[in-house]
């Protein structure tokens, strides 16, 4: 049961990741890695967290691809205008076998071998320990993230709000020989 | 019959291969931060799997900080792109090039 419960959702994971970084329309990424992100919390689930696994949803599918969304449709981005893009690549492709036989060592290193796992217990799974530690070994850290998240809040708040007029140069380009200190831009070809 | 956890990591080794390939050979902004967050959520799985292993809460811990730092992440890389586009047009990284060598 579970087995085919693993088998199913790692499936799901790989296919839909493959079609997340393969697909042209970046819409479609966001959704297929929607699927990705969800069939990671079922295997979280599996795995004995599912506080884990309820975050995963409601931050990451619920508001941080929400997010993504938001933003592709905002700038009205499409399919990506230049060449083919799904070509793998002979570097990139190198990579990412480095990548994976390197990871594939490194868990060998451990993992591999005592592989047996004892079965979960109910002092495990429950929110109790998890929010022990978290609100007392890791509490500076629990802090220092709500800082990072209240600090990540007005960056993005300065950096997409729309600019005063006059504090940015319009959108058009320049006529020749104007004065200032304009960025440099590229024409576009 | 209990999946032994070492699938688990070959599963998170995979998906984080085809994230960094994603990453490495897309030119759409968007689809290159949305391979990265797809590398963060293999690694994610790696240290749910390890926490499981050793029967410790700590890995767990670890994924809730990595959620939030994504968080943050995702919102100032998309406020980024929105702020190029209004300059550039595009979020095509082939045509944003002021800061590459």
Same mark, same amino acid.
């Given at each position: ?16 990741? @493959? ?42 599918? /619920? ?19 230049? /060449? ?11 990579? %990412? ?7 594939? %060592?490194?868990?060998?290193?451990? %993992?591999?071998?005592?592989?047996? @796992? ?14 022990? %530690?978290?609100?007392?070994?890791? @509490? ?5 993230? /709500? ?18 007029? /006059? ?23 | ?15 984080? +291969?085809?994230?960094? +390939?994603?990453?490495?050979?897309? !030119? ?39 959620? +939030? ?16 586009? !209004? ?12 800061? !590459?060598?």
């Amino acid at each position: 049961m579970e087995l085919a419960v693993f088998a199913l959702f790692a499936l799901l994971a790989l296919a839909s990741a @493959l079609v997340v970084v393969t697909h042209r329309n970046p819409v479609y990424s966001t959704m297929s890695l929607v699927i990705t992100l969800v069939s990671l919390a079922v295997l979280f689930v599996l795995l004995g967290a599912p506080f884990i696994a309820a975050l995963q949803v409601l931050i990451y599918t /619920g508001a941080i691809l929400v997010l993504f969304l938001f933003v592709i449709m905002l700038l009205n981005i499409g399919r990506e205008e230049t /060449g083919p893009s799904s070509k793998l690549s002979k570097v990139p492709a190198l990579a %990412a076998a480095l990548i994976f036989g390197g990871m594939v %060592a490194l868990f060998s290193w451990r %993992a591999f071998r005592d592989d047996a @796992l004892a079965p979960l217990t109910e002092e495990f799974v429950s929110l109790k320990a998890l929010a022990g %530690a978290l609100f007392d070994r890791y @509490l500076l850290v629990f802090e220092l993230v /709500g800082l990072l998240l209240l600090v990540a809040v007005i960056a993005a708040t300065v950096l997409a709000r729309r600019p005063r007029p /006059g504090e940015m140069e319009p959108l058009e380009p320049r006529p020749e020989g104007e004065a200032g200190n304009a960025p440099h831009r590229e024409t576009a070809p | 019959m209990t999946v032994p956890v070492s699938w688990y990591l070959l599963l998170a080794a995979a998906l984080f +291969a085809i994230g960094a +390939a994603g990453a490495l050979t897309r !030119r759409n902004g968007i689809t290159i931060f949305l391979s990265i967050e797809l590398m963060l959520n293999s690694a994610n799985l790696t240290l749910v799997a390890y926490s499981r292993l050793l029967e410790q809460h700590t890995g767990q811990l670890v994924v809730f900080f990595v959620l +939030a730092v994504a968080a943050a992440e995702a919102a100032v890389g998309l406020a980024l792109f929105i702020a190029v586009y !209004r300059h550039r047009r595009t979020i095509d990284l082939n045509r944003i090039n002021l800061l !590459r060598w």
